[in-house]
């Protein structure tokens, strides 16, 4: 196994078509009176071009169910499909390589190299990869993120605001089979995270891009196709076109249930 094989889009290309999906997904941390269950058995599909939202308490399971989605943690037992791709199949450095070629990233904390300009930052995963750039598909997103006359910028000259758009660009420019985004607006403020969450819908509506955002924020949720509710490592309910509004009563419905 030394050639990590990429993932390739389901055949059927309807909006349903699972671009990631999860099968009995448990992760357990430490044992005995230190024992905790994260992911309880966890079952769910990520519809291929669609937006996704996760949501649920501090401490519901919501950001390790991303980190394994996206092959950043181990399972302990289950199955993770990027495609058709069983991430439990893979090796280090296949899954290394899987990461790199076929899943973008999004962090809070925006995770840029300080030393390199905003070019530079965007275009590193493929230049690690040895990857050649898609000149016109970069052009695009510099475009759409409106980070044209910032290129030459290191991000102690950026606002935060324009950090995220960056680190945005770098997930989209090498055309992931999907965007994993944890909490990408919690650092930002009010305008800045609407500017981020536009792009990230725009890359859904206009580029078919599944993107998949962890957020605890109804607003950003409603940016969002469906979104997914997790209480104590389960999924434990779901809404389709969602609102800030029926968002945050569901929490508070959550909230009131574990009191």
């Known amino acids: 196994m030394s050639d990590a094989p990429v993932p390739q889009p389901p055949a059927d290309e309807s909006p349903v078509a699972a671009a990631v999906s999860a099968q009995g997904l448990t992760k357990i941390y430490g044992e005995g009176d230190t024992r905790v269950v994260a992911l309880d058995a966890v079952d769910c599909e990520i519809g291929a071009g669609q937006f996704t939202a996760v949501m649920g308490p501090s401490g519901s399971g919501k950001s390790t169910l991303m980190h394994c989605l996206a092959g950043l943690d181990s399972i302990t037992s289950g199955e993770v499909y990027i495609g058709n791709v069983a991430l439990s199949q893979l090796n280090d450095a296949q899954l290394t390589r899987l990461r790199r070629q076929s899943i973008g990233f999004v962090f809070q904390a925006f995770n ?3 030393t390199l300009t905003a070019r ?10 040895g990857k050649k750039v898609d000149q016109e598909w970069f052009d695009t997103v510099v475009q759409k993120v409106g980070l044209g006359d910032r290129l030459t910028h290191k991000p102690t000259e950026l606002s935060g605001g324009q950090q995220q758009r960056v680190a945005c660009a770098r997930a989209l420019a090498s055309r992931p089979h ?6 990408p607006t919690g650092n930002l403020d009010s305008r800045s995270g609407a500017e981020v969450l536009e792009f990230l819908r725009r890359s859904v509506d206009e580029y078919d891009q ?3 955002m962890v ?3 109804p607003v950003a ?7 997914l509710f997790l209480a104590d490592g389960l999924i434990v309910d779901e809404m389709a076109e969602p609102t ?3 968002v945050l009563q ?3 419905a959550f909230e009131v249930a574990r009191s």
């Open 112 to 114: 840029l190299i300080p």
């Open 120 to 129: 530079e930052n965007i275009t590193l995963p493929m230049d690690i990869a």
């Open 178 to 183: 999907v965007v994993f985004a944890d909490e």
């Open 210 to 212: 599944t993107v998949v």
């Open 215 to 217: 957020t605890h924020d």
């Open 221 to 227: 949720a409603a940016y969002a196709d469906r979104v």
């Open 244 to 246: 800030a509004d029926r």
């Open 250 to 252: 569901r929490m508070i």
